[in-house]
């Protein structure tokens, strides 16, 4: 498998099959994520165990919910990469679910599977519970958090986004439902799932457009617990542009420079794609007016004519057919569809700016026309 591209010689040599993760410890190369997980709290012991002792009832507990990890890891896959019994798929995934809440609400006191505390149970859960809720709405348009069926598995996600460590590695929905497919070999839509997917790709015409509607713990279709700070949240996603602007308009230069439709196994994230870099001018001056305005807000007044007009003077005569349109049009939707949660920004800020792109690509158009 590998759906981003060639891994440097050097991994390669040491993981032969290409698998992430993996770490190097004493020498010895470990390749499997639960063999890892113990392997570091048998190393480093100096902190709060995150595994209950040996031959005690908890730890039989804890060894158990690592199986039922593995049944909803399963039950989860049997829904979301197969079309057929749709519905008998469902509540076989539901069931699990079901059990799964039990467990967490079975040590009073929760929010945690082994009560008040985080263990290995909930870090092993974490990535395959954060996965199924985003790919779950996206391609069945199936709410797993938020409705109140599970107040459990509500707990638990609002405790774990209380975790700046969890926050770091966190990915938005969005992220999720684009790099799965490549990893799975496909997910199935039905028909609930249009119009939630139409909505978490910013496809409605509304979830990534000015205004947005507020962020919290029971927006849908993805609930936010930490809620937004929008006036902070835009100014991270202006410094991240700003400080990075070399790199951000040579990556924004790929959309122009695509001038084939490309057979990659993951379309967001082409390995191969080069930059077109006699368009720098124009895609310069168009994240310029993208930055003014995540700093100082989009009133018509403040937009300056002379940066709108510098970012659509070049046309795009060295483009072929695939992209007829504007330069710096085509580089603001390449990266507006591109920008990945958490790598890049935290969600709320990658919101603000995937909705400040369109503005922007709105604003270039609106040029065009006069
Ligand atoms: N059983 C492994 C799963 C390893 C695995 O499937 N890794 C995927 C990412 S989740 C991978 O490395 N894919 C390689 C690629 O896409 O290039 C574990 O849990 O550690």
């Given amino acids: 498998m590998r759906c981003y591209g060639d891994k440097p010689k050097s991994f390669m040599s040491k993981v032969p099959g290409g698998m992430l993760p993996v770490i190097e410890l004493d020498g010895r190369v470990v390749k499997e994520s639960n063999v890892i997980m113990s392997l570091l709290e048998e190393k480093f012991p100096e902190h709060r165990p995150l595994m209950p002792p040996k031959g005690t009832r908890e730890r039989l507990r804890a060894e158990a919910l690592m199986k ?21 798929n469902r509540r076989k995934f539901e069931s699990t679910l079901t059990l799964v809440s039990k467990e967490m609400e079975a040590v009073g006191g929760g929010p945690y599977f082994m009560g008040q505390d ?11 519970l954060e996965r199924a809720a985003a790919s779950l709405a996206y391609y069945k348009g199936y709410y797993m958090r ?4 599970w107040p459990a598995i509500d707990r638990w996600f609002d405790a774990m986004e209380q975790r700046d460590t969890y926050m770091g590695t966190r990915s938005d929905y969005y992220t999720h439902c684009h790099d799965l497919p490549p990893q799975l070999g496909g997910c199935e839509m039905n028909s609930d799932g249009k119009a939630v997917s139409a909505m978490l790709d910013g496809r409605d015409g509304r979830s990534w457009h000015l205004p947005l509607p507020p962020l919290n713990a029971s927006s849908v279709p993805e609930p936010y617990s930490r809620g937004e700070h929008p006036d902070r949240d835009r100014l991270q996603a202006a410094a991240k542009l700003i400080t990075n602007r070399e790199a951000v308009i040579k990556f924004g230069l790929r959309g122009p420079g695509q001038t084939e439709p490309r057979t990659v196994s993951a379309p967001l994230c082409d390995p191969t794609a080069f930059p077109a870099m006699e368009y720098e001018a124009s895609m310069d001056a168009a994240l310029r ?16 004519e002379h940066g709108i007009k510098v970012s659509t003077a070049q046309n795009g005569s ?20 591109r920008v990945c949660v958490p790598r890049d920004l935290p969600y709320p800020a990658a919101r603000q700016f995937r909705a400040h792109m369109n503005w922007l690509i709105d604003q270039m158009k609106q040029n065009g026309q006069k």
Avoid: K
């Fill in 318 to 337: 060295n483009m072929s057919g695939a992209h007829p349109t504007t330069p710096a049009i085509s580089g603001a939707e390449y990266m507006r569809d």
């Fill in 146 to 149: 938020g409705q109140g069926r």
């Fill in 289 to 304: 007016i993208a930055a003014h305005a995540l700093l100082v807000g989009t009133d018509a007044h403040m937009v300056s």
């Fill in 68 to 88: 039922l990890e593995r049944q909803f890891f399963s039950d989860w896959l049997g829904w979301l990469c197969n079309g057929w019994d749709d519905a008998g």
């Fill in 118 to 128: 985080i263990s290995l149970v909930d870090i092993t859960f974490t990535p395959m």
